[in-house]
């Protein structure tokens, strides 16, 4: 059972950058994809950014240019860097991995960003 934890989320003001990091506790080679969902209040999960095990990248088209997703094997950890944040960026951001009939999450960071 692989566990996902989240750090690196904060208060920011409108403008800053923040960069998210999901740390798994064995290889992330084993998952077809790792990726960042949000939830703000109110409103659903959404995607937000998603690294494939070959390394293509697809983003929502609200953060496209402004977040870059990576991700490290070697330190089995994925990265969201966050930059020019808006107030409506604020919510929980969720790390998620997944494989066939498996798919992970942690237990979210919170990002503020303050206008």
């Not at 939830?39 to 494939?52: D, M, N, S, T």
């Not at 094997?73 to 966050?82: F, H, S």
């Amino acid at each position: 059972q692989v566990q996902l934890v989240e750090s690196g989320g904060g208060l920011v003001q409108a403008g800053g950058s923040l960069r998210l990091s999901c740390a798994a506790s064995g290889s992330i080679r084993s998952f077809n994809a790792m990726g960042w969902y949000r939830q703000a209040p109110g409103k659903q999960r959404e995607l937000v950014a998603v690294i494939f095990s070959g390394g293509s990248t697809n983003y929502a088209d609200s953060v496209k240019g402004r977040f870059t997703i990576s991700r490290n094997n070697a330190k089995n950890t994925v990265y969201l860097q966050m930059n020019s944040l808006k107030a409506e960026d604020t919510a929980v951001y969720y790390c998620n991995g997944w494989y066939p009939g498996n798919n992970y999450w942690g237990q979210g960071t919170q990002v503020t960003v303050s206008s």
